[in-house]
């Protein structure tokens, strides 16, 4: 079997809405990479800022050891996450889970109880964001977030809006580019994981794929919000490039024979399928070849 695609970049999220890190290789969990999401910041109320209301999220730079993205690696004293911004001083969070407890912290339709980090972390964004809030960390230990039923029943994320991997080809964000003024760079729209060498679009057609030795299923395309029209390195809104998907990649375009809901589409969701079975060496890399397994013949057929 031929490989269709080969995975370009590895992109993770450890606090929601603010900046990636591009990383050469991943653990697998079966909420996602590893550290994807695990954090969050929320208001005084405990439920969850993100960059459709704070915009500001996308200049909080964050780094993590190296070392993190190794297979098996546990955190130590001093292992710690570094939190950055304009005219901030740099915060550093412990990778050691918390002892604190903040209840009645929501994210969409979850709620439940999540680690709290403290009241340095919180007078940061508090400062940062000039209103009351506190840096939570999902607790694995006591709660799960399951994803939509209907799509996925089963499987379960941390702080991920919708699904715990979202993908996206090279090839689509080149075809987008080619109609827009200024091109916009991949990070607009917040992929785990950026393909290239298959046809644009092509990841809208793919229910079953393997990269390296993990099958994963396509769920789900991803509507997108207003946050690919915020630049990542301003942190200001514009327009596009959801004025032009909104005519090259609208339901009405793509869907025209499904209930039609003005939405937008640019990614795959997936899930990894064999996230139940134990074993060692569970790392996605650059570089992996991508095998479609399954697949539907148009992106009306496609879960969305």
Known sequence: MEATAKVSSI????????RGISVFQAPLTPTGFRWDRNWLVVNYK?????????????LVEIELPNEAFSEGWEPTKSSFM??????????????MKPSEVAEGVSVWEWSGSALDEGAEAAKW??????????????????????????????????????????LISQGSLDTLNQFLKEPVPINRFRPNILVEGCEPFSEDLWTEIRINKF?????????RCKVPTINQDTGIAGTEPNETLRKI?????????????GKIYFGQNLVWKDSLTEGHG???????????????????EAAA
């Open 11 to 18: 992109l993770i999220y450890p606090v929601k809405s603010c």
């Open 282 to 300: 569970k790392i996605v890399n650059v570089g992996d070849p991508v095998f479609v397994l399954k697949k539907v013949s148009s992106a009306a």
């Open 82 to 95: 570094t939190i950055k911004a304009p005219q901030m001083s740099v915060l550093k969070i412990s990778l």
């Open 125 to 166: 964004f508090s400062d940062y964001l000039g209103k009351p809030s506190r840096l939570v960390r999902f607790n694995a230990a006591s709660e799960t977030r399951l994803v939509d039923p209907n799509y996925a029943p089963g499987h379960k994320t941390m702080f991920a809006d919708l699904f715990p991997f979202m």
């Open 215 to 223: 099958t994963f299923e396509g769920v789900r395309l991803c509507s």
């Open 46 to 58: 405990g439920r969850a800022y993100t960059q459709r209301v704070e915009p500001k999220l996308a």
């Open 249 to 261: 990649r609208s339901d009405k375009v793509l869907r025209l024979d499904k209930k039609q809901q």
